[in-house]
């Protein structure tokens, strides 16, 4: 593993090292650096082409072009074949959500291959995210939405997946939706979950989460915890321009 | 060209069916891969001339019949499929498709080629198994048995192959990887492995279609690049990537042809080019695609 503080109360789950990732010729992701321990929820913070988003598919293997090192469990993701990443229990829920249009509800639940025991099951899914119930029929994208972002979510979490890279999921939804996700990731935080959270609303990163990176031009530049986020507005405004 | 007896028109319309079988089972592979690969598989005629061929020596130089080979050709057709895809067209995903189109071109044109070179242009006859032979009776009409099998076995083909597609998980992973292949493998699918497989499996299909036709036609070198025109017409009328449509397209179209041949016999060869051309100016995506 890793040199974390000796005794850690929580091991390290993720460690992102200098990483860097491009786009073909265009680099992205400038060496960012940061970490995520066990049942933590952790955000990434940052305004919009900060390179959130391309960070997490660096992780995830769908941006294939990368330098530096990220473990994950002491798995190097980096060298992981793209379609073994899933396997070291790393669960993927999209920015774009990634629904599929020719697949029922049910077929994108029960899409993504089951890569360890103690997955959440079905009834459970459908507790957490009443929405869902009785949709299985439903062509995927005709969901609203907020409940394709459940879905999203729930598609992961099915398989075992514990550690789960969650890009924006409160994007563009009405209040009472992004209520919901949140109650769902206090759900999946008491599972015992870790969670790494791309979110714009501050409001949201404060409620969901334990500890905030941010990001600008591909580099994670700041640090804070949930007090200073709460009580230093001022600085964190001043890093997202609002 | 007034009054066709009835009997005569039925007649011209089952026999349709039998052409429109094979292009239902060609069609059918081509959506596929062109959904999975992003190919346009011209190679497909040969593949299916590579059927009937493989058939044909299996009986002539190692004395298997008809029955084993239904069985034994499409699986050494789609091995050959998966050795293709694996040492060719994988290399070319991701560029531009024009190579992939012309790759599989060049593929048919050598494989044709090769098979001109070794085995003559001329065509071979291959026997009616004997539990085929002899007619059946529909009523009014009067069928051999053989192309009856030959459409009812073309049928229960497309319709598994539809089922399987539609129906099951391995269908869902296949849709799936079709709209999104990058997704698909962050969640732990080894895409190019389905990609492979499926290749070879379409293949197959068509290697099976080669062996339908085997006793129906003559056995030739040529037989492959024939028909492909026709499918290729097929499937832009259906519309690229829709399997069902392919399915409904090819028979319909094949007795849109038998029937032609009762009324205007001249115009049989071209009527399916016409509705190609209609089809294209009143909705470019094809009849089952999906308008973008
Ligand atoms: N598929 C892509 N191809 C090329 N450039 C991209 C692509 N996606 C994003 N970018 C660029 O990468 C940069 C970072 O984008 P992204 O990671 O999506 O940022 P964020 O998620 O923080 O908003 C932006 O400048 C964006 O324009
Ligand atoms: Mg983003």
């Known amino acids: 593993m890793t040199d974390a503080p000796a005794p850690a109360a929580r091991p390290r789950r993720l460690d992102v090292r200098d990483l860097h990732a491009w786009y073909g010729e265009s680099h992205v992701v400038h060496g960012a650096t940061f970490h995520v321990d066990r049942g933590e929820i952790v955000t990434l913070l940052g305004r919009n082409g900060a390179g959130k988003t391309t960070t997490m598919r660096a992780l995830a293997g769908v941006v294939r072009t990368r330098k530096g090192s990220a473990h994950l469990d002491g798995h190097d993701l980096l060298a992981t074949p793209p379609h073994r990443v899933a396997r070291t229990g790393l669960g993927y829920v999209p920015e774009e959500r990634g629904i599929f249009a020719s697949l029922s509800v049910a077929e994108n639940l029960l899409l993504p291959p089951v890569v360890r025991p103690g997955g959440v099951s079905l009834a459970e899914i459908h507790a957490l995210f009443p929405n869902l119930k009785g949709r299985d029929r439903t062509q995927g994208t005709r969901l609203s939405g907020g409940e394709q972002q459940m879905l999203a979510i729930a598609r992961v979490l099915r398989t075992g997946a514990d550690f789960i890279l969650l890009d924006e999921p409160t994007e563009g939804l009405a209040p009472v939706i992004v209520e919901e996700i949140a109650h769902a990731l206090g759900a999946l935080k008491a599972r015992g979950l870790t969670i790494l959270l791309v979110e714009q609303n501050i409001r949201f990163a404060l409620a969901a989460a334990d500890r905030h990176y941010v990001v600008e031009q591909g580099r994670v530049v700041d640090e804070f915890d949930n007090t200073t986020l709460r009580t230093d507005r001022a600085r964190i405004d001043a890093y997202l321009g609002v | ?292």
């Open chain 2, 1 to 292: 060209m007034l009054s066709v007896p009835l009997v005569v028109l039925l007649g011209q319309v089952v026999l349709g069916l039998i052409n429109g079988a094979f292009y239902a089972v060609l069609s059918l592979g081509l959506a596929i891969i062109f959904g999975m690969l992003n190919v346009i598989n011209f190679a497909h005629g040969a593949f299916y001339m590579l059927g009937a061929f493989v058939c044909w020596l299996l009986l002539t130089h190692v004395g298997l019949g008809y029955w084993p080979a239904l069985v034994v050709v499409p699986l050494v057709v789609g091995a050959v499929g998966v050795v293709v895809e694996r040492v060719f067209l994988s290399r070319l995903a991701g560029i531009d498709h024009l190579y992939g189109l012309l790759f599989t071109f060049g593929l048919a044109l050598a494989l044709e080629g090769g098979f001109i070179f070794v085995f003559g242009a001329a065509g071979n006859p291959y026997p009616v198994p004997d539990a085929l032979r002899g007619i059946v009776r529909l009523g009014p009409l009067i069928l051999p048995l053989y192309r009856f099998w030959v459409i009812t076995a073309s049928i229960i083909v497309c319709l598994a192959v539809w089922l399987l597609i539609e129906k099951t998980r391995l269908g869902a992973l296949l849709r799936a990887a079709t709209e999104n292949p990058r997704l698909v493998t962050a969640f732990g699918v080894n895409v190019p492995l389905l990609v492979t497989l499926t290749y070879g499996a379409c293949v197959g299909l068509a290697g099976f279609a080669g062996v339908l036709a085997a006793p129906i036609y003559q056995v030739s070198p040529t037989m492959g690049s024939n028909l492909i025109i026709i499918v290729f017409a097929v499937v832009v009328i259906g519309g690229l990537g829709s399997i069902g449509g392919s399915i409904v397209t090819g028979l319909a179209l094949g007795v849109i042809e038998g029937l032609t041949k009762v009324f205007y016999p001249a115009g049989s060869t071209i009527v399916i080019f016409l509705v190609m051309v209609l089809v294209l100016m009143l909705r470019p995506a094809g009849l089952f695609g999906r308008e973008t």
